[in-house]
């Protein structure tokens, strides 16, 4: 599902037109990335978290030509399903088999 199916969704079942979907996915993902740019967790309840991990800096080896290099410390953006969205996937997994 892309950003616009998104829209597309939540348009339809809110009845909402597209412009004011694409507005609330927009509104949504800028408070999330502004959350995790502050450094803060994001939690909603009975999908997961969203959150900002350092990962330090790390010396590496470039497999083409075996030459090492150092790679800079970073922060990444990471997920965490819940219990019930884990318990809900695995659910649906099993019907599929």
Do not use: C, Q, Y
Request: net charge positive; no cysteine.
């Amino acid at each position: 599902m892309t950003k616009a199916d998104l829209a597309r969704a939540i348009a339809k079942t809110h009845d909402l037109n597209h412009r004011e979907a694409v507005r609330v996915v927009d509104a949504v993902l800028e408070t999330i990335s502004g959350a995790l740019t502050r450094g803060e967790k994001v939690e909603l309840r009975g999908f997961g978290a969203f959150i900002a991990k350092s990962k330090p800096g790390r010396r590496a080896r470039n497999p083409k030509t075996g030459a090492h290099v150092n790679v800079p410390a970073k922060v990444i953006a990471t997920f965490k399903t819940s219990k019930s969205f884990k318990k809900m996937l695995d659910m649906t997994a099993e019907g599929k088999r």
